[in-house]
């Protein structure tokens, strides 16, 4: 099983939902990640978990709660969300932690297909 | 996709050879990888390179590094329409722990 799994494929909210992003890998990758991606832009990264613990977090606001249970599983709260909030939320995964030295850590990246979600 | 550059859009005649490039600033950079994405699809890691190689093949696509210039760039040899996506070129940063994307080029394929 080489996939990344992300529920659900669309999402429409308004200003005052709680809604929650899913995202599952049976690869043993003890890295996950979640990106945002604008129309026409590239993934930027918002959160990564490294052995279950959140490792990075790029000055996202507090109405993104990321969630990581276990090792297959990655969550992301969303709460209180703006109009420009609304982009493709993708979730990636991979096989080490970031933070390595020397050579550095080949980090190949695998993605979901994403939540395109729609706030208004 | 600060700091790493490339063009936005490339068209080639199907079963020409595609050439898309990449500039790229960190030095430090000890991987480098093209991903592709279709419409409505996540991103597929498609190769990759070790900073200290200068080419890499597999099958049709061709990465040459050119480390003094900081430019990368990922040739698909005989182009077919399932080439058609958007390629993103991707550092990995030790120094940042973290994987840095370029802007993305369209890729289109015309008859």
């Known amino acids: 099983d080489t996939e990344v799994t992300q529920t659900p494929k669309h999402l429409v909210m308004g200003m005052t939902n709680k809604k929650s992003l899913k995202c599952e890998q049976h690869m043993g990758h003890r890295a996950m990640y979640w990106y945002k991606q604008k129309a026409k832009k590239p993934p930027e990264l918002m959160f990564v978990?490294?052995?279950?613990?959140?490792?990075i977090n790029e000055s996202v606001p507090s109405r993104f709660s990321p969630e990581c249970p276990n090792s297959s599983l990655l969550n992301l709260h969303l709460h209180a969300l703006q109009p420009e909030d609304s982009a493709l939320y993708l979730c990636?995964?991979?096989?080490?932690?970031?933070?390595?030295?020397?050579?550095?850590?080949?980090?190949?990246?695998?993605f979901g297909s994403g939540t395109q979600l729609s706030v208004l | 996709g600060e700091d790493v550059e490339q063009s936005l859009f490339l068209s080639v005649r199907e079963g020409d050879s595609s050439v898309i490039n990449c500039t790229y600033t960190?030095?430090?950079?000890?991987?480098l990888y093209w991903y592709k994405q279709e419409p409505g699809a996540g991103l597929q890691l498609l190769t990759y390179?070790?900073?200290?190689?200068d080419m890499k093949q597999d099958q049709r696509l061709t990465v040459l590094l050119n480390k003094k210039d900081k430019h990368l760039s990922l040739r698909i040899a005989d182009t077919q329409t399932g080439d058609s996506a958007i390629y993103f070129c991707a550092e990995s940063r030790s120094s940042a722990s973290k994987i840095i994307f370029g802007s993305g080029t369209r890729l289109s394929i015309r008859p």
């Open positions: 978990y490294s052995y279950e613990k959140l490792s």
């Open positions: 990636a995964s991979s096989h080490k932690a970031r933070g390595g030295t020397g050579m550095g850590i080949n980090e190949k990246l695998f």
């Open positions: 390179i070790f900073s200290n190689m």
């Open positions: 960190d030095s430090s950079s000890t991987y």
